[in-house]
C-alpha cells in the first residue's frame, strides 16, 4: 500500500472509520437476512448494506483517491444514485411476486385480499364516524 | 503510520464483507422458497459489488471501479427479472 504514503493522519482516520462502518453495516444486514424467522422480515435487512453499507464505503472511496491524486474524484456518484435508486424497485417486486405466491397458496401467515379490503373499509368507517362524531 | 491505519482498516473491511457473502451464501442454499434465495443472491451481489471497492482502495487502481458498476447494473437486472419470473412464471411476455 505504498500508494497511501503521503496521505494525512486525518485522512486515514476518517477513511478507515468510513470502511469500518460501511462493512460492519452490511455484515448486520447480511446476519440480519441469514436470522430473521420470515421471507417478510428478512426482506427489510440487506437494504443496511445498500443504504449507509454502500454509502460509507463509498464515500471512504472518494475521500481515499481525491487525496491521493489530489483531484476530486466523484465517479462513485454514479454507483451510489444508481444503488439508492434501484433497491427499493427491486425489493418492492420480489415482495409483491412473493405476496402474490402466498396468496395463490393460501398460506395461512398473510392476509387474504379480502381481509384487507375488509380492514381498510372498517378503518375509513371508524374515521368517518369519529368525523361525524367532532362535527356533531 | 497512516498507511497501517488504512492497510489494517481494510484488511478489516474485506473480512466484515466476505463474512457478509458467506452469511448471503448460507441463506442462498437454505432459503426454505424460491424468493429467499432470489433476496439471498441481491444481497451476495451488494457484498460482492462493495468487496471490488475496497480491493481498489488496497491496490489504489480506479480499474475495480468499473467492475463495480458493472457488478451492480448486474445485479438490478438479474433481480428484478427474477422477481418478474416468481410473479408471472415467464420473463418476457
Known amino acids: ?136 | 503510520m497512516s498507511v497501517t491505519i488504512l492497510f489494517w482498516s481494510v484488511t478489516l473491511a474485506q473480512f466484515f464483507l466476505a463474512a457478509a457473502a458467506l452469511c448471503c451464501g448460507a441463506r442462498l442454499f437454505k432459503g426454505p422458497r424460491a424468493q429467499d434465495r432470489v433476496l439471498a443472491l441481491d444481497a451476495l451481489y451488494v457484498c460482492a459489488m462493495l468487496l471490488l471497492i475496497t480491493f481498489g482502495i488496497r491496490t489504489g487502481s480506479t480499474l475495480y471501479f468499473e467492475a463495480a458498476l458493472v457488478i451492480s447494473l448486474l445485479g438490478f437486472v438479474s433481480t428484478s427479472a427474477l422477481a418478474k419470473f416468481l410473479m408471472r412464471g415467464e420473463v418476457i411476455e
Open chain 1, 1 to 136: 500500500m505504498s500508494h497511501a504514503a503521503e496521505l494525512p493522519l486525518w485522512a486515514a482516520l476518517l477513511v478507515a472509520f468510513l470502511l469500518l462502518l460501511g462493512a460492519g453495516l452490511t455484515l448486520l444486514g447480511a446476519i440480519g437476512l441469514l436470522r430473521l424467522e420470515s421471507f417478510y422480515k428478512r426482506v427489510h435487512s440487506p437494504t443496511l448494506g445498500t443504504t449507509w453499507g454502500t454509502g460509507g464505503i463509498l464515500l471512504a472511496s472518494m475521500l481515499f483517491f481525491s487525496i491521493v491524486e489530489s483531484r476530486p474524484v466523484l465517479h462513485e456518484l454514479l454507483i451510489a444514485v444508481f444503488v439508492t435508486v434501484t433497491t427499493p424497485v427491486t425489493l418492492m417486486l420480489l415482495a409483491r411476486a412473493a405476496l402474490f405466491r402466498d396468496r395463490t397458496e393460501k398460506n395461512p401467515e398473510v392476509p387474504t385480499f379480502a381481509a384487507v379490503v375488509e380492514r381498510s373499509c372498517e378503518v375509513v368507517a371508524r374515521g368517518m364516524n369519529n368525523d361525524e362524531a367532532a362535527e356533531g
